[in-house]
């Protein structure tokens, strides 16, 4: 098997670029962007983290219509258990079996960042660029937690959405809520938070695409980048200036912290005028940039 990438010569032609997904989503919210990539005659994978899409449980207590909330409050969720360990194996895994075929950009967004963090650090050999839309690059810190509670992501109204929980377990790390409420209220607070600059209709479709059941247990663990394996892969930074869940103060220091502790392969940055879930809604944008790097 071919574990060494086009860094050292061994591997040619264009990329192939594995995509990782945020907290309570799945391989799906990338299907806008890959249709956009196919069309540019780019090659894409998206991957399931674990307890998440192929790996989840889809409650048919969430799912149907008339939904049985008090059913689905006692149903055990496939997030249970699931560590960053459990990430890293599955993220390098697949890159792994990538990166026989040719070169590996690894792209991840949102709290997607903290697998890209940790698969750098595992196996750098294999990726050939790591591409951050919005997600969390922890250099100046070890947990995505503690980049939670930097006073640069005080602005962002993420937190202040009131999520209807249905259950949470800090011993088994998840939590669960209940994202298709038919709340006008709520939908309106989470549009704000996740997708301000796209109409209600495609909020609609991106919410149906999300998942009740968040990894909590991943956020206090340790995630943070390490100089001489992560810092030596080429990577990019795509700074979304409308992102009101993880705000533009907070991936800027996010960028010049990664750009201080391997000040010789800095951050190439790039930015787009959209908010946090932009990447489904303007995928042609996206593609471009991504495209570009290949």
Not at 33 to 59: C, F, I, K, M, N
Not at 236 to 257: F, G, K, P, W
Request: proline share 5%; charged share 20%.
């Amino acid at each position: 098997m071919n574990t060494t990438s086009a860094r050292h010569g061994s591997a040619t032609g264009q990329p192939t670029f594995v995509l990782v997904h945020g907290a309570a989503c799945n391989s799906r919210v990338w299907g806008p962007l890959q249709r956009e990539l196919a069309l540019l005659g780019h090659r894409s994978l998206a991957l399931d983290l674990p307890g998440y899409g192929a790996h989840a449980r889809h409650s048919a207590s969430y799912y149907q219509a008339p939904q049985a909330l008090e059913a689905l409050a006692e149903e055990p969720s496939a997030q249970a258990g699931i560590t960053l360990a459990d990430w890293e194996e599955h993220v390098v895994d697949t890159v792994r079996r990538v990166a026989e075929h040719g070169p590996v950009v690894l792209v991840g967004t949102s709290a997607g960042g903290m697998a890209l963090n940790v698969a750098g650090n595992a196996a750098p050999e294999l990726v050939d660029r790591l591409v951050y839309v919005s997600a969390w690059c922890c250099a100046g810190i070890s947990t995505m937690s503690e980049g939670m509670a930097w006073p640069e992501q005080e602005a962002n109204l993420f937190d202040e959405v009131p999520f209807p929980m249905l259950g949470y377990s800090t011993e088994l790390g998840f939590a669960r809520s209940n994202l298709r409420t038919a709340d006008p209220a709520l939908f309106a607070r989470m549009k704000a938070a996740l997708m301000a600059d796209a109409d209600d209709d495609r909020f609609r479709e991106f919410v149906d695409l999300m998942e009740p059941d968040v990894n909590t247990a991943t956020s206090g663990e340790d995630c943070q980048v390490r100089s001489e394996t992560w810092g030596t892969i080429p990577r990019s930074y795509v700074r979304l200036t409308e992102d009101r869940a993880i705000t533009l103060a907070t991936q800027d220091r996010m960028i010049a912290e990664a750009d201080a502790l391997t000040p010789d392969n800095p951050f190439d940055v790039h930015s787009v005028e959209t908010s946090h879930a932009g990447f489904f809604h303007r995928p042609a944008e996206f593609a471009r940039i991504l495209g570009a790097l290949a």
